[in-house]
């Protein structure tokens, strides 16, 4: 099986901790050269010195917010006129918080959209271009088992993370034809600080204490626990391998068993 990435840019979003950080990690230990993205440049450094080296890979970073479309535009294009191939996208960013759907006002939901799918539209339209010259490109997207079974809770972050859903789709349709596919992988509970908040909300909203809401969520996983970051991050590596030349289209549920759909 060709897993090997040598040669092959990989351009991470939002990967200095969690399932993002998890990502490029695999990938640089497939051979691939890493360009991080994310806001704080401290922890960018400290994330760059994580990464293997062993095939004489050159990783970068990028500074830039999300929460800024325009920073994130000057951003990338600054660096593309520096690393124009990139060969390997992956769209990683934090869910907004949660609360009740219809309690979520028009601006959370803007937000929310900018964030994820106008800021995965500008990535895709810079990249593109230079993984149809190469014959081969690879975009994943890290969204949630949301999009197979919407969870209670997470109003926005279900309506989001759906619309990316089928952004990705659309995406595999139209460049499939030129060795590009796009796919997803669908988290579900995961060791990050986004799991850490998801049980503080829940156990303020019911009065239980994080431990007890833990072990509730675990009992619903067929595998009896949460999944790690670096259990996503494979599949994450895998999909962006020469091996996966044929998978396109999917949403993969990396949740241990937990989505109930087929």
Not at 11 to 34: D, F, K, P, R
Not at 66 to 72: L, P
Not at 123 to 143: D, E, F, T
Request: aromatic share 4%; with cysteine.
């Amino acid at each position: 099986m060709n897993l090997d990435l040598t040669g092959k840019t990989a351009l991470v979003c939002g990967s200095t901790q969690g399932i993002g950080l998890a990502s490029a990690i695999e990938l640089a230990l497939l051979g691939a050269n890493v360009t991080l993205v994310a806001r704080n440049e401290e922890k960018l450094r400290e994330a760059v010195d994580t990464l293997d080296t062993s095939a004489g890979q050159l990783h970068r970073y990028v500074v830039a917010d999300f929460a800024d479309h325009e920073n994130v535009k000057e951003a990338i294009e600054n660096y593309l006129r520096l690393v124009p191939d990139v060969h390997i996208l992956v769209n990683n960013t934090g869910g907004p918080s949660g609360g009740p759907i219809i309690e979520a006002d028009t601006e959370q939901f803007l937000k929310t959209f900018q964030m994820h799918v106008v800021n995965n539209q500008f990535l895709a339209q810079a990249v593109v271009p230079s993984m149809k010259r190469a014959g081969y490109g690879r975009i994943v997207n890290i969204i949630s088992t949301s999009v197979k079974q919407p969870i209670v809770g997470l109003g926005v972050s279900n309506t989001i993370r759906g619309a990316v859903a089928s952004w990705s789709k659309t995406l595999s349709l139209e460049l499939g034809q030129f060795g590009i596919t796009s796919n997803n992988v669908l988290p579900g509970y995961t060791v990050t600080s986004r799991l850490d908040a998801v049980l503080e909300m829940r156990s303020k909203n019911s009065g239980k204490s994080k431990e007890e809401v833990a072990r509730e969520l675990q009992s619903s996983i067929p595998i009896r626990r949460f999944s790690e970051a670096k259990e996503v991050a494979a599949a994450v590596a895998f999909l962006c391998s020469p091996a996966a030349a044929s998978i396109n289209g999917i949403n993969l549920p990396v949740d241990g068993g937990r989505t109930e759909s087929m």
